[in-house]
């Protein structure tokens, strides 16, 4: 990226000030070599989101930031109502809370040592993962719209984990004001069969060991310790999210002009958020937050049943559960004033301090974990809210390291066989149905996520706890 228009207010934060239709500056955050790092339509697109009506105080992106649909993956948004403020299908995008949710086993790498490979095999072959993956949950209309309705909630009661775990996931595990009949047919269909599946793309479970510890103190209260194995989960709302963000961009996108809006991208395409269209995206959106959070629900009690053969003593408790791709109505002080914005964050993680009166008690001393997903290969980190400037860029932190080349570009450098053999000389296995998919998330594919992490630290959006080695690679 040419840094030249930008003025660096410190050695994490560099700002543009408004010019021509941006109604705010954009503020770009990472040291100076992660922002040339960054393509120069990162630029274009946040100077396009600084121009969406209603927003407030700056559009944001976060070190881990690159180009994606409208704004850019790491974008951050919060509009006002007020006025006309819109609600952008951009601004959310097509994997509708696409986040992560870490479990805690009790294990250490050693007990993993017989039976690595089988473990690894036993995890393949009972989640889904790849393009198109079904598994073996299908819904009926009346389960679809009990799950577009309850979330994580509607998993447990039907049997998919334990009550506990309610408490230890985003919005208690159902998001309020989902409405199902907002859903197009052709979303409930695409959906119908992948319940508890990873699909494809970045996404993962990982069985992990905690490799490296900086906050003592925060560590213990999440229940963590140098040499422990976690397991993560990084997917989404699968095929529902992708068709209600498709359904939705095309008739925003067509409706902008009698709603008087002007963009300079279509793909910013919004609806007003207080119009009947707004409304409905954000129904229709809400219940694909609640299609993730109850896959990811789902896909932990799979990831239980492969543990509890192996290892009978284990629970594997739910260290938390936070989304990346999402928008929520979130109180914010803007000038002074509490005000009640809309939060678009597109591969940006929410990250409340501690007190915060949305948090499980779990972490009302803390604040809430933060989720940094690496690459194959690559340590991943768990971050917790900030104790300074709480409301930094709406309480918002990065989501994983940030593509550094695109998957077309990956694929000319990379051989999925080569990337598949190479790490596990390194010891981690990866277990995936496409050679072309690995090839395409090859780790070099990625940004230095010590370096997006160190950013994120420095800049007052997250606060470094732990880094995670991988050890078993689930990936589509």
């Not at 909630?153 to 309610?166: Q, S």
């Not at 949305?358 to 974990?369: C, R, V, W, Y």
Request: net charge neutral.
């Amino acid at each position: 990226m040419d840094l030249s228009p930008l003025h660096r207010v410190s050695s994490w934060e560099w700002r543009l000030e408004p010019e021509e239709a941006m109604r705010v500056p954009a503020v770009l955050y990472g040291e100076e070599g992660l922002i040339k790092e960054m393509d120069d339509k990162v630029l274009e697109q946040i100077k396009n989101v600084a121009c969406l009506p209603g927003i407030v105080e700056a559009a944001y992106t976060m070190p881990d930031a690159h180009w994606g649909y409208g704004f850019p993956i790491g974008g951050v948004a919060a509009i006002d109502p007020a006025g006309g403020g819109g609600v952008s299908a951009g601004g959310v995008g097509f994997d509708i809370s696409c986040g992560v949710r870490t479990l805690l086993t009790g294990l250490k790498p050693g007990d993993l040592a017989g039976c690595k490979e089988a473990l690894a095999d036993s995890l393949y072959h009972t989640i889904p993962a790849g393009v198109g993956s079904t598994g073996k949950i299908v819904l009926d209309e009346i389960e679809m719209n009990r799950m577009l309705e309850g979330g994580a909630r509607w998993a447990v009661a039907a049997g998919y984990g334990r009550a506990d775990d309610l408490d230890r996931i985003e919005e208690r595990g159902s998001m309020l004001g989902a409405e199902p009949d907002a859903v197009s047919h052709r979303a409930r269909q695409r959906q119908r069969q992948e319940m508890g599946t990873l699909g494809s793309g970045n996404h993962y479970l990982e069985v992990q060991e905690v490799w490296t510890i900086f906050d003592d103190a925060v560590a213990k209260s999440f229940g963590l310790a140098r040499g422990d194995v976690v397991v993560s989960i990084h997917c989404g709302s699968r095929g529902l999210g992708h068709q209600i963000g498709t359904d939705f961009l095309r008739e925003m996108a067509l409706a902008a002009p009698p709603y008087g809006i002007t963009l300079p991208d279509l793909e910013l395409a919004c609806a007003p958020i207080r119009s009947e269209l707004g409304q409905r995206y954000l129904g229709a959106m809400r219940a694909g937050i609640n299609c993730a959070l109850a896959n990811r629900q789902i896909i932990t009690h799979l990831t239980r049943r492969v543990f509890a053969h192996f290892f009978p003593e284990t629970t594997l408790p739910v260290l938390f559960d936070v989304s990346h791709n999402t928008c929520k109505e979130e109180d914010h002080e803007i000038a002074g004033k509490r005000r009640r914005l809309f939060i678009h964050r597109k591969g940006a993680t929410r990250a409340f301090g501690a007190a915060h009166p949305d948090l499980p008690p779990a972490f009302a001393g803390t604040g809430q974990p933060v989720f940094i997903g690496g690459s194959m290969g690559t340590a991943s980190a768990i971050m917790v809210g900030p104790t300074q400037r709480p409301e930094h860029a709406f309480a918002s932190s990065c989501h994983g390291a940030g593509r550094r080349l695109s998957r077309h570009q990956a694929l000319k450098q990379w051989h999925g066989r080569t990337v598949v053999d190479e790490l596990r000389q390194r010891g981690i296995i990866i277990k995936s149905p496409s050679m072309r998919g690995v090839a395409e998330e090859a780790p070099g594919a990625y940004k230095d996520i010590g370096a997006v992490v160190e950013a994120a630290d420095l800049a007052g959006l997250s606060r470094k706890v732990a880094t995670l080695a991988p050890l078993i690679c689930v990936k589509g």
